[in-house]
């Protein structure tokens, strides 16, 4: 490409330079109902890290992560971090807490439509979870099952 036009080595310049300026993380939000009645503002814990896991009763693997992310809520509430189970599924709320009571589940369960893409991102599949900094910046996303030794490496990692 030949850029002998004033006009054009402007306009290339300019590509170039927004191209090269770095990506600023900003600052993710949203408010969900939650199974307890009350409204949840991802914003509410910002100084903790914070796991969203989009999940439905039907589905096998995220029934089988569901005690891992208990057990990493349970740890670190108190302190640094907190889960926030998001259900993608239309169900009655009263089988929901149902199946939540019986699974021992003692943090927030949000409620939300099924959908491929959320506040937060795209969700091809389930379980998918998001997983937000102090700052409240996304800084990372999988799609599948999380193990408790993968969210203590990630944030120790990210910490240290």
Known sequence: ??????????????GLWLFIQPVVAEPVDFELPGLDGKNYRLSDYRGKWVLVNYWATWCPPCREELPELEVFHNNHKDKDAVVLGVAMERID????????????????????????????????????????????????????????????TFINEETN
């Not at 807490?97 to 409620?111: A, N, R």
């Not at 389930?126 to 993968?150: I, M």
């Open 1 to 14: 490409m030949h850029c002998n036009n004033p006009l054009s080595r402007i306009l290339l310049i300019c």
């Open 93 to 152: 709320p009263h089988r929901l807490k149902t199946f939540v009571d019986e699974q021992f589940l003692s943090y927030p369960i949000l409620l939300t439509k099924p959908a491929a893409r959320t506040e937060l991102g795209r969700v091809p599949g389930l379980p998918t979870s998001f997983l937000v900094n102090p700052q409240g910046e996304l800084v990372a996303r999988q799609v599948g099952p999380v193990t408790l030794e993968d969210l203590e």
